[in-house]
């Protein structure tokens, strides 16, 4: 689509251009001086056609030194005209027809983002225009069609290229979306079979639990708050687990240990080989140390991924407790 706006952009740009050399060729009286008028003409189709056409397909922007060549031309180009024509005929049709060629250039360089150098073409137009023919001459016969297709050009640019950041903002939210979404599918997808997984290893003494009226053994009950256990920290504490950390919970809670697992999305954004090394250092905290209460948390934080702690009793209240184990794990890997 864009290509095909800048085509025919382009098109109509060189085909104006052409028009209007054609008015300067197409004069119903010899001029004075006309190589001069041939000059002038030969060398607006140099310039407009270099503003237009060079490195056009690889940048929008046009190259400086072609802006400061137009700016250059727009000065000469009304000189050579008025110089290779009588002052009698300095208002026909063919001998105006750089007011609107040079309307044009200064458009050109509108479109391709010279802004000033665009406006100061338009400048030396008015200028060049008034001295040769009046002001008010010139503004009867073109310079206030020039003047406002400039300004018109450039209101386009800027509508044009605000549209153009809105439209990237928005495809960039719209993926951003997209990926959230797939991101949330995935985790609610792990959700359900970390939560199946868990109902799988509790169903078992659950249902003899519920066979007996609640009349188990001791191994039993010790299985039954394994059971509730497990499926608690599946369900709050999901991404601070995986076989290890597990098999570490398990051994911690056959020991006699109360095991709370909090996950506030604090491994939310950590990469999957540095939350990989999370899980075996958090394993290697829980069977390193015999707490008799152990608190694991992952809270936002943007130092910290994973707080230990570890409370050993002493024989109060919980408030009481000492703490036998505080270890913070990073949210990145620690540099050597």
């Known amino acids: 689509m864009n290509r095909t706006v800048r085509s025919v952009a382009t098109s109509l740009a060189v085909g104006f251009a052409m028009y209007f050399a054609a008015r300067g060729i197409w004069w119903i009286e010899q001029p004075t001086g006309p190589l001069f008028m041939v000059g002038a003409i030969g060398l607006y189709l140099v310039v407009v056609n270099v503003a237009i056409l060079w490195d056009s397909a690889v940048a929008v922007k046009m190259p400086l030194w072609a802006a400061l060549l137009a700016l250059v031309s727009s000065a000469l180009i009304p000189a050579l005209v008025t110089v290779s024509l009588d002052p009698l005929t300095l208002t026909a049709p063919f001998a105006t027809w750089y007011i609107g060629a040079l309307g044009l250039l200064g458009i050109v360089c509108v479109v391709r983002r010279r802004f000033v150098i665009g406006w100061l073409v338009v400048v030396v137009l008015v200028v060049a225009s008034s ?22 050009a450039h209101l386009l640019v800027m509508f044009w290229d605000r549209a153009v950041r809105d439209t990237e903002r928005l495809a960039g939210i719209q993926q951003a979306v997209s990926a959230w979404h797939a991101t949330q599918q995935v985790r609610q997808k792990e959700r359900r079979l970390r939560t199946q997984f868990a109902l799988d290893v509790a169903g ?38 995986n076989d290890a950390v597990r098999d570490a919970i398990e051994d911690a809670r056959r020991r006699g240990a109360v095991v709370t697992v909090f996950d506030e999305g604090g491994l939310d954004d950590v990469d999957e080989q540095r939350r990989a090394a999370i899980h075996e250092e958090l394993a290697e905290v829980l069977r390193g140390a015999e707490a008799e209460r152990w608190i694991i948390r992952a809270a936002r934080d943007p130092l910290t991924a994973v707080t230990v702690v570890g409370r050993a009793a002493t024989g109060g209240t919980s408030d009481d407790d000492a703490v036998d184990v505080w270890h913070e794990i990073p949210r990145e890997a620690p540099r050597l």
């Open 204 to 241: 078992p003494i659950l249902s003899r639990a519920v066979a007996t009226r609640g009349a188990l053994d001791d191994a039993e009950r010790l299985e039954a708050r394994l059971a509730e256990g497990r499926l608690r920290d599946e369900l709050r504490g999901a991404d601070l687990l």
């Open 131 to 152: 001295a040769a023919l009046g002001f008010f001459v010139a503004l009867s016969l073109g310079l206030v069609g020039s003047v406002m297709w400039v300004a018109v």
